[in-house]
């Protein structure tokens, strides 16, 4: 299947947002060859800045096979920047309502047409204290089988550094060094011709975080934890601690004082 062409929007895009990025990003990027000529794919990439998707992009943009994002619904409605998004080809995310599945259609029927669908397979900002990817979603994993496309794992690092998680301030000096490294698509044979379970879904998302998560180590020279962040463990985490925290403050808020126990003075 041929690729879609670039078009005028990404294009325009690339007018306005490259030249702010070469001045403040130095580059480092490899494994661009494993980004596919021909036909649809998708790429799984980590998460761990508000400007990443603009560096990330940049790069891919570079290897002539622009991404489509999933982003959320509310963006293409803001005027230029709505415009935007819309003639740039992203896919509009409607979280909490009944449309809530027609981005995973729109996804599968972009792969189909021979482009490349650019997942955040976190869904948001990593919450990792160190950075590394989280446990994922399973749309690309479901996006993947349904398609069989390929998944090509990219790490990035560097963006971070520019601008941390969460932060309202860019950190411009020393200039950082955007590091990208995209790895060989993730062998998924395993997975296909089997009923997509949600506990197959899991499993074959497992294997795409791990793919990423080793072109990170790669890119930090580090190793990265054995059990990755999980959200959803930390926030169970979180109440049973306030749970207990609670209980022990109503123990001790009922417990007689010294003096009710008839003891000193």
Request: glycine letters at 8%.
């Amino acid at each position: 299947m041929p690729r879609r062409r670039i078009g005028f929007w990404y294009r325009f895009a690339a007018v306005l947002v490259k030249p702010p990025l070469v001045v403040l990003l130095k580059r480092d990027w490899r494994g661009m060859e494993n980004i596919p000529a021909e036909g649809g794919f998708i790429t799984a990439v980590n998460h761990n800045s508000h400007i990443d998707p603009f560096a990330y992009g940049h790069f891919q943009y570079n290897t002539g096979r622009v991404p489509r994002f999933l982003a959320k619904s509310g963006l293409f409605d803001k005027g230029f920047i709505g415009a935007a998004m819309r003639g740039t080809g992203q896919i509009p995310v409607y979280r909490e309502s009944t449309d809530a599945l027609s981005a995973f259609r729109a996804a599968i029927d972009a792969v189909e047409r021979g482009e490349c669908v650019a997942f955040y397979p976190e869904a948001t900002l990593t919450r990792d204290p160190d950075g590394w990817p989280m446990t994922g979603k399973t749309g690309a994993a479901r996006v993947a089988l349904q398609t069989r496309c390929p998944v090509i794992p990219v790490a990035q690092w560097g963006a971070n550094e520019l601008l941390p998680p969460y932060a309202k301030k860019p950190s411009l000096l020393p200039r950082k060094t955007h590091r990208v490294l995209a790895g060989e698509p993730v062998d998924l044979d395993r997975f296909y011709d089997r009923e997509m379970t949600p506990e197959l879904l899991k499993e074959a998302t497992e294997a795409i975080m791990a793919a990423v998560t080793r072109q990170l180590e790669e890119i930090r020279g580090e190793k990265a934890p054995q059990t990755p962040y999980d959200p959803r463990r930390e926030r169970s985490e979180q109440r049973r601690r306030t749970h207990t925290q609670k209980r022990e403050e109503r123990v001790r808020g009922t417990r007689p004082t010294a003096r009710e126990e008839g003891l000193g003075t």
